[in-house]
C-alpha cells in the first residue's frame, strides 16, 4: 500500500520560510522521481518542483531561487524548503510520484499572510 505523507504546513508573514516534508512508504522511493504541486482556491493544480532519482531538479520559474526541493533516500523523505515566502504562494501542497501509478499525498495547506 503506497502513503504520502505531508506535513510541516502553516501560516506564516510574507517574507518568511517553511520546510515541507513528505514521507514516502510502499515504493522504492530510491528510484522513484518525486515531485510536489500546490493547489490555490479556484485554480488548477500546478507542478512546484520535481527531483528525480538521480538528483536532477526542475522548478516553476515563479518560485526558481525561492524553494529547494531535495530527497534523503535512507528515510524515503522529499523536502520543499520555501524561502522569502509571497502571498501568491499560499494553497495547498502536494507530495506526488508516478511510478509505478499517480499516487498522491493529503496535502499540507501553506498560507502565507500578514
Known amino acids: 500500500q503506497v502513503q504520502l505523507v505531508e506535513s510541516g504546513g502553516g501560516l506564516v508573514q510574507p517574507g518568511g520560510s517553511l520546510r515541507l516534508s513528505c514521507a514516502a512508504s510502499?515504493?522504492?522511493?530510491?528510484?522513484?522521481?518525486m515531485g510536489w504541486y500546490r493547489q490555490a482556491p479556484g485554480k488548477q493544480r500546478e507542478l512546484v518542483a520535481t527531483?528525480?532519482?538521480?538528483?536532477?531538479?526542475i522548478y516553476k520559474d515563479s518560485v526558481q531561487g525561492r524553494f529547494t526541493i531535495s530527497r534523503d533516500n535512507a528515510k524515503k523523505t522529499v523536502y520543499l524548503q520555501m524561502n522569502s515566502l509571497k502571498p501568491e504562494d499560499t494553497a495547498v501542497y502536494y507530495c506526488?510520484?508516478?511510478?509505478?501509478?499517480?499516487?498522491w499525498g493529503q496535502g499540507t495547506q501553506v498560507t502565507v499572510s500578514s
Open positions: 527531483i528525480t532519482s538521480a538528483g536532477t531538479t
Open positions: 506526488n510520484t508516478k511510478q509505478p501509478y499517480n499516487y
Open positions: 510502499g515504493i522504492t522511493f530510491s528510484i522513484n522521481a
